[in-house]
């Protein structure tokens, strides 16, 4: 699987903006799709997940109720609508595939795209 993060941008506090990862290659529809991001000097961090088993979501604390994940699955493309943005948004995301069922972690998940730089001025 191959995957192609596209979206970012910079955006006021306060904005919305909407990522997609494109995937390519074998059965797109059997994994779960996530999403992390990765702030300056910081880990890599878990924002959400779509399970391809359930349709469950799952998401990092610091997004709820701002963020929502959804796939296309005829269009092999993965979703992040990112609402009421703030500046500790700022980070680059990427879009990640797991053949395990609710992953979140990030050693649960097995492909990667490149990333795409979110920048949410104040």
């Known amino acids: 699987v191959q995957l192609q993060a596209s979206g970012g941008g910079l955006v006021q506090a306060g904005g919305s903006l909407r990522l997609s990862c494109a995937a390519s290659?074998?059965?797109?529809?059997?994994?779960?799709m996530g999403w992390f991001r990765q702030a300056p000097g910081k880990e890599r961090e878990f924002v959400a997940t779509l399970s391809y088993r359930d349709r469950r979501t799952y998401y990092a604390d610091p997004v709820k109720g701002r963020f929502t994940v959804s796939r296309d699955n005829a269009k092999n493309t993965v979703y992040l609508q990112m609402n009421s943005l703030k500046p500790e948004d700022t980070a680059v995301y990427y879009c990640?595939?797991?053949?395990?069922?609710?992953?979140?972690?990030?050693?649960?998940?097995?492909?990667w795209g490149q990333g795409t730089q979110v920048t949410v001025s104040s």
């Open positions: 990640a595939a797991a053949a395990r069922a609710r992953a979140t972690e990030l050693n649960e998940f097995d492909y």
């Open positions: 290659g074998r059965a797109f529809s059997s994994y779960d």
